[in-house]
């Protein structure tokens, strides 16, 4: 039996496209599924005349394949994953190499790493971001382990990436779960990208009064721009214009307004909380998915709870372009504030993320993949130290030029009771990084007040502490 070069462990959406992505690409591929009936199912339909060789044991899977044997777990991330390495271990050989392509928390890619290359095996915990299309045709690929790990894998991951004028959408991230780690702040960008469009939408749907029709037409205009061009704002414009079937209404008129969600965003709030770095953009996207949960007692409130009633009577077509500003800047603050978090996860762990790197990664097949991401893979290129984006001088230019539209946006939204914390919470973010003095030195004399935590004095040296008996003066 011909040997097969690469193997895909779980035919769920993302699973099957991959696996057909990396056959495509000239890989003969084995795959095998838990349930035997979707292999079945998946090799009667979508792999008929393809290089794929069915496996309806691990066992036979394994032996399917040429070694150094590369297999790709494609399973629930947690612990599925898990379960899975443990039924393979017995079954492979050293040399041979686990790639686990979901969305997996980094502590536990750390974990399944050390446990793994100990035994004499590889792993790569890889970020696979795209979507059911990105799967198919190219996603965008974070790989994090051993570099011989990536060495041994990039002739297959290079032409299964997306490919962007400057290379495929792939680069070796670090070591560990470096791989899993810029994968979920991607996921919480991705999160507060979805959360700032959907503001933009309430406020120029519920504040501006335009039609679906008429929101159809502005984000297909803003997605031609240099600013905004980018994968969720098209889609964003398609899913306007898309009438239900059954009904003839806009389809978005009649989706329950509940958001779900996976865990990335969560995982990303958490550990920023960790390392001690603020990424208010994402903590409000992931609030106002849980608020959205509360739909029922949200009804119950809207009868007893009454906001502001009067609508805007401005000039609604000067107004739209100031809400693209508001959304460009917030949408700024939520990138650099992801990039802050994996430059502080990285010296922290030991990653040395590249962070241009990622930046042109992103570019093609994710689904945060904007245009402005070319601007800042270069800001970071100029000044590999950059502590923030929004210091980098075309951005700082930016969002100085557009601030004031992004205030006029918050104070309508604000005067007509609608929501936009995503927004609030990006230019809080600004405000907060661009000014010398908080209203935290009062903070600190609470705290020495009622818990002796002591402070420092801005006369003198930095790393002084101080305590005072408030109660005795």
């Given at each position: 039996m011909t040997k097969r070069t690469f193997g895909v462990i779980g035919l769920a959406v993302m699973g099957e496209n991959l696996a057909l992505n990396v056959e495509s690409r000239g890989f003969p591929i084995a795959v095998y599924n838990r349930t035997a009936s979707k292999t079945e199912e998946f090799m009667a339909t979508r792999a008929q005349g393809r290089d794929v060789k069915a496996a309806y044991s691990l066992e036979d899977f394994v032996q399917a394949l040429e070694r150094p044997r590369k297999i790709l777990v494609m399973v629930k991330a947690g612990g599925p994953v898990d379960a899975v390495i443990e039924q393979l271990k017995p079954l492979l050989e050293p040399g041979d190499m686990i790639i686990d392509g979901g969305n997996s928390l980094y502590e536990d890619t750390e974990r399944r790493t050390k446990d793994l290359e100990s035994t004499g095996l590889g792993f790569v915990g890889m970020g696979v971001s795209g979507g059911e299309e990105g799967a198919l045709h190219g996603p965008s690929l974070m790989p994090g382990g051993t570099p011989a790990a990536y060495q041994e894998l990039e002739p297959i991951l290079t032409k299964i990436a997306a490919q962007v004028d400057d290379g495929p959408c792939v680069t070796f991230v670090g070591p560990g779960g470096a791989g899993h780690y810029v994968k979920m702040v991607h996921n919480g960008i991705e999160y507060g990208d979805m959360q700032l469009i959907a503001e933009a939408y309430d406020v120029l749907k519920s504040g501006l009064g335009l039609s679906n029709d008429q929101l159809q037409a502005v984000f297909q205009a803003w997605n031609q721009t240099e600013e905004l061009n980018s994968f969720l704002i098209e889609i964003t414009a398609d899913i306007f214009g898309y009438i239900d079937p059954d009904t003839q209404q806009s389809l978005i008129d009649l989706?329950?307004?509940?958001?779900?969600?996976?865990?990335?965003?969560?995982?990303?709030?958490?550990?920023?909380?960790?390392?001690g770095v603020p990424i208010p953009t994402m903590y409000a996207a992931v609030n106002a998915r849980v608020m959205s949960a509360y739909k029922n007692e949200r009804v119950a409130a809207s009868q007893a709870l009454t906001g502001p009633s009067h609508t805007y009577s401005g000039d609604v077509e000067a107004f739209i372009p100031k809400v693209r500003d508001a959304l460009y800047c917030s949408k700024m603050c939520s990138y650099a504030q992801g990039m802050a978090l994996i430059a502080k996860a990285s010296a922290e762990f030991g990653y040395q993320v590249n962070l241009p790197e990622i930046a042109r990664i992103w570019k093609g097949g994710c689904i945060i993949r904007a245009g402005f991401l070319d601007k800042i893979k270069q800001a970071f290129q100029d000044n590999p130290s950059l502590p923030n984006l929004l210091l980098a001088p075309e951005f700082k230019q930016s969002i100085l030029d557009r601030q004031g539209a992004w205030r006029e946006v918050l104070i309508l939204a604000n005067e007509l009771g609608i929501p936009v914390p995503a927004f609030?919470?990006?230019?809080?973010?600004?405000?907060?990084?661009?000014?010398?003095?908080?209203?935290?030195?009062?903070?600190?004399?609470?705290?020495?007040?009622?818990g002796a935590h002591t402070y420092e004095r801005t006369d003198r040296p930095r790393g002084e502490f101080f305590h005072t008996e408030w109660l005795s003066s």
């Open positions: 989706i329950l307004d509940s958001a779900g969600q996976k865990g990335t965003g969560r995982w990303t709030v958490v550990s920023s909380l960790d390392l609030s919470a990006s230019l809080d973010y600004f405000d907060s990084y661009r000014r010398a003095s908080l209203p935290q030195n009062l903070t600190q004399a609470q705290r020495d007040y009622f």
